[in-house]
């Protein structure tokens, strides 16, 4: 069993700044690819960022410049640094992970942290 648990959400102000992180754990072989997804009311679930293993990452035009993907192989983590926030960011937002175990290979997605971004 695989479990990915987001933390790092919550209210902040526009122009401010959090960050999200999202650790897997469970029986893992290897973590492949890894992403932040967002879904606002009313809105589809939607790519916020991307980045492979090898450290290769990729933006949706919405963030370019204002946030940032990263992540610890070693700690199985991802983390989104996410700057200069706008009100229109506010969205439940979501970690995903394609990962392999001994049995399987699928993707996995975490519980979902709030983000709120309010004068």
């Known amino acids: 069993q695989v479990q990915l648990v987001e933390s790092g959400g919550g209210l902040v102000q526009p122009g401010g700044s959090l960050r999200l992180s999202c650790a897997a754990s469970g029986s893992i072989f290897s973590i492949y690819d890894m992403g932040w997804y967002r879904q606002a009311p009313g809105k589809q679930r939607e790519l916020v960022a991307g980045i492979n293993r090898g450290g290769i990452t990729h933006y949706a035009d919405s963030v370019k410049g204002r946030f940032t993907i990263s992540r610890d192989n070693a700690k199985n983590t991802v983390y989104l640094q996410m700057n200069t926030l706008k009100p229109e960011d506010t969205a439940v937002y979501y970690c995903?992970?394609?990962?392999?175990?001994?049995?399987?290979?699928?993707?996995?997605w975490g519980q979902g942290t709030q983000v709120t971004v309010s004068s």
């Open positions: 995903n992970a394609e990962v392999g175990t001994i049995a399987t290979r699928r993707n996995y």
